[in-house]
């Protein structure tokens, strides 16, 4: 199976309006493997793993979010995937 990764950096209204949650239950959908957390500059880091379509339909997703978030700004970066993660999990804030 071609699998891809996909890290996302969100900002705007992404903090306290369940973007994580609901990223999880996203990407959990999508048969997606990885983790969202919440940074310290109130933005939101996302990496996972997947079919290129899936990713594709997170990456828009991203774009919204949540119906309470208000995304301002997705930067992208793409690579290989590494086969390292189990399930998509949000990740605790350090």
Not at 27 to 40: E, Y
Not at 61 to 85: C, I, K, M, N, Y
Request: aromatic share 8%.
């Amino acid at each position: 199976m071609d699998s891809r990764r996909v890290s996302l950096r969100i900002r705007g209204r992404v903090q306290g309006v369940f973007f994580r949650e609901s990223a999880r239950t996203e990407a959990l959908r999508l048969g997606l493997k990885g983790w969202v957390r919440n940074l310290p500059d109130g933005s939101v880091e996302a990496v996972a793993e997947g079919p290129p379509h899936a990713l594709e339909a997170f990456v828009r997703w991203s774009h919204r979010g949540p119906p309470q978030a208000r995304v301002t700004e997705v930067e992208r970066a793409d690579a290989e995937a590494l086969g390292e993660f189990i399930t998509f999990i949000v990740e605790r804030s350090s």
